[in-house]
């Protein structure tokens, strides 16, 4: 089994890693990183659970070789919130009841994440485009929703933005 | 009355562990990691309906890194699992059968994932190949092959209330159809994955594996493996959804078994594909249902047929298809009811519990009758339900007396409003 060696920027962190050519970008960090934060739910690229932002997109970790990550900038869940305080959204999610069983929960926080970065007065049905890659069985998706209605509202507050806002 | 502390009604309340989950530090069972731990992967059946004439291992043994392979052979005092009948086998033996594409003949052991499913595919397998059933309407026939020692039928249910006969003769209308519902895949988030470790200073196995019955679960490892339950410690992570899906056992055994024979933590996660062939699904029914009903709207008399098709092991299914046939008048008083309901074996994915447990395929078929009754009627549809819906103090179909809250008046009403069904839509 030939062995690789890359390079690349997860959560802020230079990471230097012996790899394989066909290892996932999701193995990588889950089984070598220990990120375990991303989770596989179907290791198709179906349902979102293994949603990173590499480079600034959102990508499917279990469709992404980890030899395409050589030089990427990675932000998983781990990366969100700082020194033990929570990101807006992850605020947000907590308070309106958006988490259930949790397992969808690390992958929507980060496509809402993108989402608001790009858009930070989504309507609603630009909030269900923007989470559309994610899947979640639990929660039927009202309260995710209002999760992020309320995480654009307190940012855009914060920026000096809009504020109450009726997305 | 003492007044409650008003600590928690009427308030909003956190989920515990929400912080946890919106951070990724929640554990679930494939989050948890040991060192020098071993991966676990299945050979699973090749045909659904066949008899296992050879399996070959030798090639696979030869793959460096795979460190075990434990197969039927080796384990001849393992006993079968299962819910309510113990009719599941842990491994295919020679000369046995396999009755769905999820049955195992084998179990790989190695020291990545890679290695493991490398390894599966080398195991070289012989079967004899009978006929498939995958329709329960063959199942039940005279000819039809047997996929366990007995009848194909697995069980079946009788219910009775009033007389139906002088119902039908009561009623000025009468509708009859048949109604099938399809398999579902209950589609938990998390895919069935566990971890094993077996302390041979205690000889306590012990299990990170989701189950929704830990009692249960331990219960069931135990007499499977024949060890008393105190040998078998199941530790519940994190669980990332069940719906139903999580009550059978599923990694339990075979973990339990690698980790006793490598004496190393083993770790066994599914794929969705595999999750999807091998764990248990929503039965699909087939429902023949009569319903009578006078000219003023009051239904009178519901007689029904009902096939749950439980696939290829028993699982929850008697349970669920018995259940199924109790709900079928939905929340309307009928005073003469009449059922039966057969749960029948094929060579489907076996199915289990989805939430709802047999109510929610009875609710199409009943739901549906509603409908084309008002609709013969010249009734209105939501006053049609609402004049016979359940109130305080009416009898299901089983007798019971619902002595507690009925709140499925209130319901129609306010859903009726929500849609502005009366302004049409």
């Known amino acids: ?53 590499m480079n600034g997109e959102l990508v499917a970790s279990c469709l992404i070789l980890a030899l395409q990550a050589d ?31 949790g397992f969808c929960t690390p992958g929507m926080i980060l496509a809402a994440k993108k989402l608001l970065e790009e858009n930070p007065y989504p309507t609603e049905e630009e909030i269900k485009r923007g989470i559309s890659g994610n899947l979640c069985r639990c929660t039927g998706y009202q309260k995710i929703f209002d999760a992020i209605k ?15 806002k009726d997305a | 009355m003492k007044k409650m502390p008003k600590r928690y009604v009427g308030k909003n309340i956190f989920k515990v562990d929400a912080q946890d989950k919106v951070t990724g530090k929640a554990q679930y069972s494939d989050d948890i990691y040991f060192d020098d731990m071993l991966y676990l992967k299945i050979k699973r059946a090749t045909y659904p309906h066949a008899y296992l004439r050879r399996i070959d291992i030798s090639k696979a043994q030869k793959i460096p890194g795979v460190v075990k392979i434990i197969t039927a052979a080796d384990i001849p005092e393992v006993k079968n699992f299962g819910l309510i009948i113990k009719d599941q086998p842990v491994l295919i033996g020679i000369g046995r059968k396999m009755r769905y594409m999820g049955d195992a003949l084998a179990i790989v052991i190695a ?35 047997l996929i366990h020692q007995d009848s194909n039928i697995l069980a079946t249910h009788y219910l009775e209330k009033g007389d139906v006969k002088k119902g039908f003769t009561q009623a000025d209308v009468i509708v009859e159809n048949e109604y099938k519902t399809s398999f579902l895949d209950q589609v ?10 077996f302390d041979p200073e205690t000889e306590i196995i012990k299990l990170w594996a989701a189950t929704q019955w830990l009692h249960d679960t331990q219960a069931d490892v135990a007499q499977s493996l024949g060890l008393p339950k105190e040998k078998i410690r199941i530790i519940q992570p994190v669980i990332g959804g069940a ?32 999750s999807m062939i091998a764990q248990s699904k929503r039965h699909p029914f087939i429902i023949q249902m009569k319903t009578g009903v006078t000219k003023k709207g009051y239904l009178t008399a519901c007689q029904v047929e009902v096939i749950g098709d ?27 009811v009449k059922g039966v309901a057969h749960t029948v074996y094929t060579n489907n994915t076996y199915c289990g519990a989805m939430r709802g447990f047999g109510a929610t395929q009875m609710a199409f078929a009943y739901e549906s009758q509603m409908d084309i009754l008002s609709h013969k009627l010249e009734i209105d549809p939501v006053q049609f339900r609402l004049q016979n819906a359940y109130n305080h103090g009416s009898s299901t179909p089983n007798g019971q007396i619902l002595t507690h809250s009925v709140g499925v008046k209130e ?15």
């Not at chain 1, 990427?72 to 988490?99: M, R, W």
């Not at chain 2, 139903?244 to 794929?271: C, M, N, Q, W």
């Open chain 1, 1 to 53: 089994m030939s062995k690789l060696t890359i390079g690349f920027i997860i959560n802020g962190q230079k990471k230097i890693i012996e790899t394989t050519p066909f290892t996932r970008l999701l193995d990588l960090i889950r089984d070598d990183l220990h990120l375990t934060g991303t989770k596989e739910g179907c290791g198709k690229g179906e349902c979102g659970a293994c949603t990173v932002i």
């Open chain 1, 71 to 101: 030089g990427a900038v990675i932000t998983t869940i781990e990366g969100i919130g700082s020194g033990g305080h929570l990101d807006p959204i992850q605020k947000a999610f907590v308070e309106t009841g958006a988490v259930q069983c």
């Open chain 1, 150 to 164: 309320l995480a654009a509202n307190r940012l855009s507050t914060r920026d000096g933005g809009r504020g109450e």
């Open chain 2, 111 to 145: 020291e990545s994932k890679e290695i493991a499913s490398k390894a599966v595919k080398l195991i070289e397998v012989e079967v004899e190949k009978l006929e498939v059933i995958s329709d329960p309407l063959r199942a039940m026939e005279k000819d039809a092959p």
């Open chain 2, 188 to 197: 938990p988030l998390q895919i069935e994955a566990g971890i094993g470790v």
């Open chain 2, 243 to 274: 719906f139903g899906k999580k009550e059978d056992i599923s990694v339990h055994i075979h973990l339990a078994l690698a980790a006793i024979a490598t004496k190393r933590p083993v770790k066994f996660s599914y794929t969705r594909e595999e």
């Open chain 2, 310 to 336: 439980t696939g290829a092991y028993a699982s929850s299914g008697l349970a669920v298809v018995h259940k199924g046939m109790y709900h079928c008048t939905g929340p309307y008083n009928v005073d003469n």
């Open chain 2, 411 to 425: 319901t129609i009403k306010e859903a009726a409003d929500m849609t502005g069904w009366k302004e049409g839509r």
